[in-house]
């Protein structure tokens, strides 16, 4: 039998033959304790293997959410638009970041990222195994920290995470990184990080980047240039391409060959990656063909429109707190100032960048300012925050343009000259300067034509009076002086008052018709702050309340747009990073009736006398219709001038900041008023603007209608006022049709005074008739008789202003019969010669009292009458005629040949 019959079948076969041999007792127990060893070493690794598994899986559990408002969500610029939606500015934070599309970044942009950072992003799910093991390979033979992220675990790291150097950064990185993978895209992914990513200086994303240090479009850059971006990935400082191209410098360091050697790294691996040709990878290699700007195009550069653009970014911060429901602090101010660096808004102004450019050409190049009266005072040193100081030349001055039909601002200018840093002094909002005279348009006369129903014609006193409730400061009563002491006229009208800017008058208006309170609530509808007030007869009647240029362009507005004040808004709007409109300015714009439109067009009306014969001239327009009022401040320290035409409404300052005095022949009217003109004329040649009225309609329109009024007493008018012997006579002007007066003047008599002595004619007297003026009892000047003041009434009202007189007309004409002269014999003529310039006794004593009681019921009659009514013009016609017959010493043919007429006018009214 061969030996292999001796074989054991394969299926009884076994592994381990049993030893023939004693096994070697060391090297038995050198076998026995590698296999007891080897059971250990596997029951650690195994431990081990599970603490790591353990330990990962906490540091899973722990990881923070995946909260994906975290990387849309980063801090973006805004940007500020004029209202034509062109770019003004950008408005940034530390980060500079412009979100853009992956659609606006070009390929070679895209694959020049992922060639350097992550050659096989397309491909992974998140995390790429294959570069992580590299990673440590090359980590644990070099010692070097060799990163294996991917772009995505970047972008968590970015966004999510910090930049912790640790294994439960890693870990959680790499989970997220995954879950990120299944919620967005690849495109997704590479657009929010190439938004986030960091690339030296303050650039955030590659669009600033682009623009930071090549001045370009992402769709301009080279291929070059692309790469130069990515390879800055890993640290921006040391690859820094303007830092090596043109600042650090070295005997022993290349640094422009850092940045270009990194920069044909980045190319190299678009190569081998095939993302571009080999022609297109050996052109990119030429130098040239990146070009590297020596400074950032938008470095200490001061935007365009600095004091509006800084004044409309104040009004969005505060708009800001108020959508988010936050107290105006400076700490909250500061919280959404840095909201709007940081939030990608777009913030769309009403600024008209033509007009600013008008008003900033013209303050900023004007060679007519006026001189102050102190040569010393011509530069004032500022000092700054940081220290140090400018010297900025006085007197400084501060314009605003509004389009008071929308309640825009147009134009805003702080200084006469050009900032040279940001948030400067706005003295168009931030300074408070004392206005004069330009207040009284709003504080005095439209409150008194609204409260009191008057007319233009109606009457106030010019006079050296002490005024009810005006007190100095020992709380005795006085007046104020006007302009130079003097200029006191006696009675006037409030629109030759206003005109003609006379102090006294104006405080007589206020404390007779308005009232300081009253006046004051009128300053607060038309949106002047309370802090701005200074609620004195004083403050409110000379101007001594600081109401800042802005603030008075809105209260004249209102005045321009028939009492209807509207909120000035400097934003139209503002829209969220997405193009969401947030806010709507004109939306939530203010808006109410201030004043009526009848004492709206009145004041308009009477402050257009202050432009063609007032104090104002100088700031006429050719063919331009104007109406504004002139301010002069106590001692001439700054002047002002607020006015508007068809068009638009303009108010400019010219002061010293320290409120140092100006050459003491500097007026509103001769220096601020041609400010105005200066740039007002240009903007509306510029603008090639035709002539249009202020407020649009005929008087009619607004309820308005012209009566004739003595010009002392501001009652009807009678024969005796216009035959006033100091030649003050009648005025005729525009009166509310539901005010109109209806009793007749009762401060004149007519008399026959003696042509030597003026006294009451006496028998031999050579006369002349004339009318005289007495003050009836409740007067306010009636008091004033038999006191230190007579002298005034007899200067500015006529000797028989002083005599006391009553009610009683006979008891009135036996008094002033007393007083006959005497020169040319006694006096005979008894008391009944003191009467109206009539001789015929029919006329006199039966005719004219009847007359007179027809036109105050004519008068009763045509205010009942809607404006447009057939019969309108004829009565007011008839009214008109039988107030002139009546003024000529009429016989009784002609007068009652005219009360026939307006009967008959009456009864056609009546139908």
């Known amino acids: 039998m061969k030996l292999r019959d001796y074989a054991v079948p394969r299926s009884r076969r076994r592994l381990l033959r049993p030893r023939l041999r004693k096994p070697n007792f060391l090297f038995s127990v050198i076998v026995n304790t590698l296999r007891v060893l080897a059971i250990v070493v596997l029951m650690l690794a195994l431990a081990g293997v599970g603490a790591v598994l353990g330990i990962a899986r906490a540091y899973v559990d722990t990881a923070p959410s995946l909260d994906l408002t975290l990387i849309d969500d980063q801090a973006q610029t805004s940007f500020i638009y004029d209202e034509n939606g062109n770019l003004i500015t950008d408005y940034k934070g530390t980060e500079n970041r412009v979100m853009v599309s992956i659609s606006e970044m070009t390929t070679d942009l895209q694959h020049a990222f992922v060639a350097v950072e992550d050659a096989r992003f397309y491909t992974h799910n998140g995390v790429d195994l294959k570069r992580i093991v590299g990673a440590l390979i090359q980590n644990f033979t070099t010692g070097s920290q060799q990163g294996g992220s991917t772009i995505t675990q970047q972008l968590i790291k970015n966004t999510i995470l910090s930049s912790e150097q640790s294994y439960k950064r890693k870990i959680q990185e790499a989970y997220l990184a995954m879950q990120l993978e299944n919620q967005y895209t690849k495109e997704q992914i590479l657009e929010s990080y190439l938004n986030t990513i960091y690339l030296g200086e303050n650039y955030y994303g590659v669009y600033t980047a682009a623009r930071g240090y090549f001045g370009k479009k992402l769709n301009e850059l080279s291929l070059r240039e692309c790469a130069m971006l990515a390879g800055l990935c890993t640290n921006p400082y040391y690859y820094n391409p303007r830092r090596n191209f043109y600042i650090r410098q070295s005997e022993t360091t290349d640094y422009t060959a850092i940045t270009n050697n990194r920069t044909d790294y980045a190319l190299r691996m678009m190569y081998e990656n095939q993302f571009i040709t080999h022609e297109q990878y050996i052109s990119a290699l030429d130098h040239d063909t990146a070009h590297v700007l020596e400074t950032d195009p938008d470095s200490g550069k001061m935007y365009d429109n600095v004091y509006y653009v800084e004044y409309a970014i104040g009004d969005v911060v505060r708009t800001l707190l108020k959508l988010n429901g936050l107290e105006n602090t400076s700490h909250n101010r500061n919280l959404m100032e840095n909201e709007l660096r940081t939030g990608g808004y777009h913030v769309y102004l009403c ?525 007011q016609n008839a009214i008109d005629n039988l107030n002139n017959v009546i003024g000529g010493s009429p016989t009784a043919s002609v007068l009652t040949n005219a009360m026939a007429v307006l009967t008959q006018a009456m009864a056609a009214a009546r139908n």
């Open 351 to 875: 600024l008209d960048t033509q007009i600013q450019k008008t008003v900033e050409d013209v303050l900023y190049n004007y060679t007519n300012y006026p001189a102050l009266r102190d040569p010393a005072d011509s530069v004032y040193r500022a000092r700054n925050s940081d220290g140090t100081y400018d010297d900025i030349p006085q007197p400084q001055a501060a314009a605003v343009v509004l389009d008071y039909r929308t309640g825009e601002l147009k134009a805003i200018v702080g200084s006469r000259t050009p900032p040279t840093r940001r948030k400067t002094l706005n003295r168009a909002s931030d300074m408070n300067m004392p206005v004069g005279s330009a207040i009284k348009p709003i504080a005095v006369y439209a409150p008194a034509l609204e409260l009191s129903g008057l007319g233009a014609g109606a009457v106030t006193y010019n006079m050296p009076l002490p005024i009810s409730g005006y007190l100095d400061s020992s709380q005795k009563e006085t007046w104020p002086q006007n302009y130079g002491g003097s200029s006191y006229r006696g009675p006037e009208t409030l629109r030759t008052a206003l005109a003609k800017s006379d102090n006294t008058a104006a405080a007589w208006v206020l404390m007779n018709y308005v009232g300081v309170d009253n006046s004051y609530n009128f300053l607060r509808l038309l949106g002047v702050s309370e802090k701005h007030i200074n609620k004195t007869p004083f403050g409110l009647a000379l101007g001594s309340s600081g109401i800042t240029p802005v603030e008075m362009a809105a209260a004249y507005g209102a005045l321009a747009s028939g009492g209807l004040y509207q909120e000035p808004i400097s934003f139209l709007g503002i829209a969220d990073s997405s193009g969401n409109v947030i806010y709507d300015s004109h939306a939530r714009q203010q808006r109410y009736q201030a004043f009526s439109p009848s004492t709206a067009w009145l004041t308009v009306d009477m402050m257009k006398d202050a432009v063609k014969n007032g104090t104002a001239t100088k700031s006429r327009i050719d063919g331009q219709t104007v109406a504004g009022k002139t301010g002069t401040n106590s001692d001439q320290k700054g002047v002002f001038f607020a006015g508007m035409t068809g068009w638009y409404c303009g108010t400019v300052w010219i002061g010293h900041d320290n409120y140092k005095a100006l050459s003491s022949k500097i007026t509103g009217g001769n220096s601020a008023a041609a400010l105005w003109n200066a740039f007002m004329s240009r903007i509306h040649q510029e603008k090639g603007l035709a002539n249009r009225d202020i407020l649009e309609g005929s008087p009619e329109d607004y309820g308005l209608v012209k009566v004739t009024t003595c010009s002392v007493s501001g009652q009807l008018a009678t024969d005796a006022c216009r035959h006033d012997i100091n030649g003050y006579g009648v005025v005729t002007d525009y009166w509310p049709r539901s005010s109109v007066p209806t009793q007749y003047c009762q401060m004149h008599m007519l008399v026959d005074l003696c042509a030597e002595t003026g006294q009451i004619a006496s028998s031999g007297c050579p006369s002349r008739q004339a009318g005289i003026i007495i003050l009836p009892p409740g007067h306010p000047l009636y008091d004033f008789i038999g006191t230190q003041y007579e002298d005034v009434l007899t200067k500015y009202l006529g000797r028989f202003a002083v005599v006391r007189t009553t009610g009683d007309e006979n008891y009135n004409r036996r008094i002033l019969a007393a007083s006959a002269c005497t020169v040319h014999g006694a006096y005979g003529g008894g008391y009944d010669n003191i009467q109206p310039v009539i001789t015929d006794p029919l006329v006199r004593d039966q005719l004219l009292p009847d007359a007179r009681s027809l036109l105050a019921s004519a008068q009763s009659l045509l205010q009942s009458l809607p404006y447009g009514h057939p019969a309108y013009a004829g009565l």
